[in-house]
Every structure is written in structure tokens, then in C-alpha cells.
């Protein structure tokens, strides 16, 4: 293990490469004592050249996490390869990728923006990253293959030919491999996508947008949570565009008495009441933000959402959508609801978010 370190301002930098094992934790060990005793309380761990991580590397970090945590400092890891990353969320150490000033793992823009009280970070996925939109109908069903790169968004059914979908075409939103769909006066289902995918999506009306994302946004509320349309005009104001396709997975808060969220069925707490007795749910939406044509107004969102039983969601580390997608519709399907201008088209206004994730990406009309 080689170790070279530097200060940067208040920050102090050090550089690992090669096994991160037994002999290699004494050294880094060594590294960051002498950080700490030469008065740095803020140090990165630059881990692009670190090639293995041991039990005996992950024990060093443990311990030097929390020693700079109990002088009000940071120890956070910086250019971590996706093993390695997989490795230290295994431990549950999300918070050593989670580098300040909106920095995550040496891939972040370094941007901040959004309404007053938001705090909103960018990690760049792509940077020329685009979602081609194709739009559905009107016109005779389509079969919409939703698979995880597939954001989509409408009105369809799920059933096994078009004919079992009569009578039955509701709001649907497909994201992360998984499609939601609610019939009118039924009860919501989804389905996990596989390749050959039975019962089928017949999508009456609607987008489907695929590509690859050009950003993932956290953001949390410290303030009075943002609507829909205030969190997108912040997505968008990181990379102007005339349109952004999102997919957004949050805490989110409804006003009492607008949707009724299960206790208990799910592995969280269920859904659970505020303060001010509105409902705390999670939310997954899938739409397209297109810009006013008056400078600074708020863009326009059409979307489709669907709802979960509460539970604290995970925002750390290198979270993939998938993953985001497989623990909401682990909890148990609520409701699939369309949005139109960001609220909830059935519901009063009022839908508030609370805290979460969106990947986005400007979108691309299709050229026929």
C-alpha cells in the first residue's frame, strides 16, 4: 500500500493505491492518525487506486469514521470503484460515500440549487446522457415493454391480450423494471419485468421514454417541502433544456384524509400520520417537465404516480434505481394515481416532498 497525502485548505487529502488488506490498513491507519494530529478534522480517502478491500481495511475505516465524528469532523472515501463501493454498503457505512458540498465519490458537478430550504446535490451519471420519448397512441393498444432503462407513463392495462384489457384501461407508471397499473374499481397491481413477460402492458395512451440518464438528484426539505413542479424546475435549472424526463422516488407528505396507506404491510412502519395529522407516504413518479414560456415561472409536469406504505427511504451512497424500485414494491402497492401539473388529479393539492431521489435526463423528440 502507498500512501500520499496533501492539504487543501481546510481539507486534507489522502491518496491510497494498491490492497487495502492487513498490511495495507496499518498503513492508512498510520495516515490517519498523523491527520488528525497534525489538526485536520476533514480528510478524503482518494480510493481509485485501492484495487482489494479486507475485513481488516473495512475495520480501519469503522474506526476512523467514527473517531473524526466525535470531533465534529469527517473521514468520507472519494473515487471508490463500484466493488469496493458494493463492498462498504454492505457494512452499512452509506455515510463515508457521502462527500460534503454536494460531492459524492469524485463524480459530482459540485452544483446546489432549488427553492428556498431545499438542499438538492447532482451526481453526473452521463454527461450526454438523453431520453428519447416516444409518445403512445391514440389508436389501437400497444404492447410496451417496460424493462429497467424504460421510464413510461399513461393509461394501459395488464392482461394477456388486448381483448382481456377491455373495460379495463387505468393510469399505469412503469420505472426501474416494474410496471403499476390500477383498473377503474379495482384494487392497484404491478408487475416485475422479465423478457418474456406475461401478462403483457397494453399502453392505450401515454410516453415511454428510453436512453440513459444524465443525472441522479438527492434532495431533502428543510424547510416547507416543494411541490412536484417547484423539485422539477430545480432538476432542470442544473441543465437547461426545453424538456426533462424524470423518475423520482421519495418520502412524500398528502393532506389527511386523500389516501388511505396500510399500516403495517409492509417491512416499515406502514403508513403513519404527521404532526399536522397529513399522511406520510412513498411516492414513485415517472413524467416529463417541460418548460414555461415565461422566464423563471415554474415548468409544466405531466406524470403518473404510484404510492407505497411509508418507510424511511435510503438516499446514501451509490443507490441504483433498481435497487430504489425493488424495496418500494417490496412494501406493498397502494395506489396509481396521474399527476397533472404535479398534483395528484383525483386528490386536493397538497402533495409535499419530503426527502429522496430523481434520476433525469433532457429528452429527445424520436424522428420518425
Known amino acids: 500500500m ?14 491510497a493505491s494498491g490492497r487495502f488488506d492487513a498490511a495495507g490498513a496499518k498503513v492508512v491507519a498510520d495516515a490517519l492518525e498523523g491527520a488528525m494530529a497534525a489538526g485536520s478534522h476533514t480528510v478524503a480517502l482518494d480510493m481509485g487506486g485501492v484495487e482489494y478491500l479486507s475485513s481488516a481495511g473495512i475495520r480501519v475505516l469503522v474506526q476512523y469514521f467514527q473517531r473524526f465524528s466525535q470531533l465534529k469532523g469527517r473521514l468520507y472515501l472519494t473515487s471508490v470503484s463500484d466493488r469496493i463501493c458494493r463492498l462498504i454498503e454492505m457494512t452499512g457505512l452509506y455515510e463515508l460515500l457521502d462527500t460534503p458540498d454536494g460531492e459524492e465519490a469524485g463524480s459530482a458537478d459540485g452544483k446546489q440549487a432549488g427553492p428556498e430550504g431545499l438542499l438538492l446535490t447532482a451526481r453526473v451519471l452521463e454527461p450526454d446522457g438523453r431520453l428519447v420519448l416516444h409518445t403512445i397512441g391514440p389508436g389501437a393498444p400497444e404492447v410496451l415493454s417496460f424493462p429497467e432503462g424504460t421510464l413510461a407513463f399513461g393509461t394501459g392495462a395488464l392482461g394477456y391480450e388486448s381483448a382481456d384489457c377491455t373495460g379495463r384501461y387505468g393510469p399505469f407508471v412503469a420505472a426501474g423494471g416494474y410496471v403499476a397499473f390500477r383498473a377503474p374499481g379495482d384494487e392497484p397491481d404491478f408487475e416485475e419485468y422479465a423478457e418474456a413477460y406475461i401478462p403483457k402492458l397494453f399502453a392505450l395512451s401515454g410516453f ?18 416543494p411541490d412536484l413542479r417547484a423539485l422539477a424546475g430545480a432538476f432542470a435549472g442544473a441543465a437547461p433544456s426545453p424538456a426533462h424526463g424524470f423518475v423520482l422516488a421519495a418520502e412524500c407528505e398528502l393532506p389527511a384524509g386523500t389516501l388511505t396507506v396500510p399500516a403495517g404491510s409492509g417491512p416499515g412502519p406502514g403508513g403513519v400520520s404527521s404532526a399536522d395529522g397529513s399522511r406520510l407516504c412513498l411516492v414513485l413518479a415517472a413524467g416529463i ?18 404510492f407505497f406504505p411509508y418507510q424511511p427511504l435510503r438516499r446514501h451512497g451509490n443507490v441504483k434505481l433498481k435497487e430504489t424500485t425493488d ?31 430523481a434520476w433525469t435526463a433532457p429528452v429527445q423528440e424520436r424522428t420518425p
Open 208 to 225: 415511454a421514454l428510453t436512453g440513459n440518464y444524465a443525472r441522479r438528484f438527492a434532495f431533502e426539505s428543510e424547510a416547507s417541502p
Open 289 to 306: 417537465a417541460r418548460a414555461a414560456d415565461v422566464p423563471g415561472a415554474l415548468p409544466s409536469v405531466t406524470a403518473c404516480a404510484a
Open 2 to 15: 502507498e500512501i500520499q497525502g496533501e492539504k487543501n485548505g481546510d481539507r486534507h487529502v489522502i491518496r
Open 327 to 357: 424495496c418500494l414494491f417490496g412494501c406493498g402497492l397502494v395506489d396509481v394515481i396521474p399527476l397533472r401539473n404535479g398534483e395528484p388529479a383525483p386528490l386536493p393539492a397538497g402533495m409535499r416532498l419530503l426527502r429522496g431521489l
